[in-house]
């Protein structure tokens, strides 16, 4: 009898706590810009091919309410829409292509898809992603290329395309930097 209520005890102790045999399945969340930064950000030629970190300007990374610093305007609908992280990098790819790769966690998948679709409805993005739904992922003609909007999760991505003949080709682009960003998001 004492064992049975010993064992109650753990079962009940180990519920509260929130620990299971199974394991957590919620993900953590960043700790700073930095540790946000460090894992959003292109690392090395295996997971892009032919691109890498423009040497004349480093990655920035910083909070929501820092974003005044890194862009000129605008800043206010990111913060709106609960921006807590953001990480800038601007990467170059095979000559004469280049990519702004900005990510932003937003806390809560809610905000995330209200970012996109803020995003998505004043850009008239219409431009398809390969592999993705218009509703997680879009792109935006610019000149040269396109701006491709999208959010997985608590995350939301812009990555602003250059250097390309036509739209097609830098949707194909931008799905691929997308296919790496998904697996790093939790």
Same mark, same amino acid.
């Given at each position: 009898? $004492?064992?049975?209520?010993?064992?109650? &005890?753990? =079962?009940?102790?180990?519920?509260?706590?929130?620990?299971?045999?199974?394991? &957590?399945?919620?993900? &953590?969340?960043?700790?700073?810009?930095?540790?946000?930064?460090?894992? /959003?950000?292109?690392?090395?030629?295996? +997971?892009?091919?032919?691109?890498?970190?423009?040497?004349?300007?480093?990655?920035?990374?910083?909070?929501?309410?820092?974003?005044?610093? $890194?862009?000129?305007?605008? +800043?206010?609908? /990111?913060?709106?829409?609960?921006?807590?992280?953001?990480?800038? %990098?601007?990467?170059?790819?095979?000559?004469? %292509? %280049?990519?702004?790769? *900005?990510?932003?966690?937003?806390?809560?998948?809610?905000?995330?898809?209200?970012?996109?679709?803020? +995003? %998505?409805?004043?850009?008239?993005?219409? *431009?398809?992603?390969?592999?993705?739904?218009?509703?997680? =992922?879009?792109?935006?003609?610019?000149? &040269?290329?396109?701006? =491709?909007?999208?959010?997985?999760?608590?995350? /939301?991505? +812009?990555?602003?395309?250059?250097?390309?003949?036509?739209?097609?080709?830098? =949707?194909? *682009?931008?799905?691929?930097?997308?296919?790496?960003? $998904?697996? $790093?998001?939790?």
């Amino acid at each position: 009898m $004492k064992t049975v209520s010993i064992r109650l &005890s753990f =079962a009940t102790l180990f519920l509260a706590l929130g620990i299971s045999a199974c394991g &957590s399945n919620t993900a &953590s969340a960043p700790s700073s810009p930095t540790a946000f930064g460090n894992i /959003y950000k292109i690392s090395d030629n295996r +997971e892009m091919p032919g691109w890498t970190q423009d040497p004349a300007t480093p990655l920035w990374t910083g909070k929501g309410t820092d974003l005044h610093t $890194k862009i000129d305007g605008g +800043e206010a609908t /990111y913060t709106q829409y609960g921006c807590l992280f953001a990480m800038y %990098q601007n990467l170059i790819g095979p000559d004469p %292509q %280049q990519c702004v790769l *900005v990510a932003m966690d937003f806390g809560t998948n809610t905000n995330a898809t209200s970012m996109f679709t803020s +995003e %998505q409805q004043l850009n008239s993005a219409a *431009v398809p992603i390969p592999g993705y739904d218009a509703s997680t =992922a879009i792109g935006a003609e610019v000149l &040269s290329g396109i701006t =491709a909007y999208a959010h997985i999760k608590t995350s /939301y991505f +812009e990555l602003q395309l250059i250097g390309y003949p036509d739209d097609a080709s830098a =949707a194909q *682009v931008a799905a691929k930097f997308l296919d790496v960003l $998904k697996s $790093k998001t939790n």
